[in-house]
């Protein structure tokens, strides 16, 4: 049975930080591109980072460049988004997601930013 489980969402204060992870099991994690997506309150889900299987490559979209960080564990089937110097714009559900041909879709973890 594929699994992808978020944790580490909650609320924190604008200039916060917060480190989200996300545990696969029931596939061959290693082979996995990786990608964090979020979707905010009456916004379309969208792409925020991604990291290739060996995890040597990641791009990041624009607004959060400089201040997310994605990393990824494949001895621990586990990907990682450190978020650092949080706005109030990040507030969102993050989704953990997963593709090979198959994707794969977690079912999101709360981030709130406010103060």
């Known amino acids: 049975q594929v699994q992808l489980v978020e944790s580490g969402g909650g609320l924190v204060q604008p200039g916060g930080s917060l480190r989200l992870s996300c545990v696969a099991s029931?596939?061959?994690?290693?082979?996995?591109?990786m990608r964090w997506y979020r979707q905010a309150p009456g916004k379309e889900r969208e792409l925020v980072a991604g990291?290739?299987?060996?995890?040597?490559?990641?791009n990041y979209a624009e607004p959060v460049k400089g201040r997310f960080t994605i990393s990824r564990d494949n001895a621990r089937n586990t990907v990682f988004l450190q978020m650092n110097s949080l706005k109030p714009e990040d507030t969102a559900v993050y989704y953990c997601?997963?593709?090979?041909?198959?994707?794969?879709w977690g079912k999101g973890t709360l981030v709130t930013v406010s103060s």
């Open positions: 029931g596939f061959t994690f290693s082979n996995y591109v």
């Open positions: 990291i290739s299987t060996s995890g040597r490559s990641t």
């Open positions: 997601y997963a593709v090979h041909g198959m994707d794969y």
